[in-house]
């Protein structure tokens, strides 16, 4: 019995690891060669090469991944305090995980897998808070892109065309973003509230969690999630840039804020976002700038620097992660 048992820590740790690690790397490589003209598209990117802005953009990657690190990291001290490498490496292989599952549920169970585990599951309720952080933010800064986009007297006309319930979409948008603020802030109070039906206790564990956190920690989580949406904003916005996409700066931001507001709301999969972004960056940019192609290979490009690239280097983290412990 002993000798099987070992057997098969031997296999989850030398077999599984690589076997996943080939994968991931095969659903990557699957996911770009059948976009369509992604070729083209990278040609267009790899075209730009002498752009400083484009060296940026690449390199902002770094800030992108090292808030969203800090931020774990800082939730998690609590429960237990971990380097910042080792956090990194959780995050990496949460990204790299997140390709196989729906809206990205994934890296829940990648980033867990860099603690103890007498901590994991506790920690599952600490990291979808700083998810809901990350969304709050996209939520409030996409609504206020709504409102200028459907009152400024030049672009409401053309954002109509592109998202013709533009009312609506805002209306949703402030009232997820008031609920989670609500959820996130008001954690305490709705415990409690839950704790007196026997029927709901099992259904405060989340709240608990959060509740331990005072005001002024949350508006730090909230603070990290808002710099951390600047970073990929901006990157967008450089990118679209050197693909020679010329607009207003003001437009390009308030369009690239419903756009991850969309994103958002998107039910996806790893399989799938790509061309789900690319039709989503056309149809709405697409009223506002004719160089389609141009937008097709900005979208094409961020989500090679900011998903591509962080979930192959978390293929490699999770090679060397011995799964039984």
Not at 91 to 117: D, H, K, Q, W
Not at 194 to 209: D, N, P, R, V, Y
Not at 233 to 246: D, H, K, N, R, S
């Amino acid at each position: 019995m002993k000798n099987g048992n070992k057997s098969i820590k031997i296999m989850l740790n030398y077999v599984v690891g690589p076997v996943l690690f080939v994968v991931l790397s095969y659903v990557l490589y699957r996911q770009i060669i059948h976009q369509p003209d992604w070729q083209a598209k990278a040609s267009r990117i790899l075209s730009c090469w002498k752009n400083p802005l484009l060296y940026v953009t690449v390199l902002m990657v770094i800030l992108n991944w090292g808030l969203e690190t800090l931020k774990w990291k800082w939730l998690i001290n609590p429960l237990e305090e971990i380097s910042f490498v080792r956090a990194l490496k959780g995050v990496l292989a949460g990204c790299s995980i997140t390709m196989l599952t729906p809206n990205r549920i994934g890296e829940y169970g990648g980033r867990v897998f860099f603690l103890r585990p007498e901590n994991r599951i506790n920690a599952i309720p600490l990291t979808i808070l700083g998810a809901m952080c990350q969304l709050c933010i996209t939520f409030y800064v996409g609504s206020l892109g709504v409102i200028f986009l459907e009152n400024d007297a030049g672009f409401s006309k053309l954002f109509h065309q592109s998202i013709p319930y533009g009312a609506l979409l805002q209306t949703i948008s402030i009232c997820i973003s008031i609920l989670i603020t609500l959820l996130i802030f008001g954690s305490r109070k709705i415990s409690s509230m839950l704790m007196k039906w026997a029927i709901l206790k099992k259904a405060t564990g989340f709240l608990t969690s959060i509740a331990h956190f005072s005001a002024k920690q949350l508006l730090r989580v909230l603070f990290i999630s808002f710099l951390r949406y600047s970073v990929f904003i901006l990157q967008y916005y450089f990118l679209l840039t050197v693909m020679g996409i010329e607009m207003e700066m003001s437009l390009i931001l308030a369009l690239l804020s419903v756009f991850y507001l969309l994103m958002a709301l998107a039910p996806t999969i790893g399989f799938t976002e790509l061309p789900i972004r690319a039709g989503a960056a056309v149809f709405l940019l697409g009223k506002f700038h004719s160089n389609v192609v141009g937008i097709e290979a900005a979208t094409f490009g961020i989500w090679i620097i900011n998903l591509v690239l962080p979930a192959i280097a978390g293929t490699v983290v999770l090679w060397k992660v011995k799964l039984t412990k």
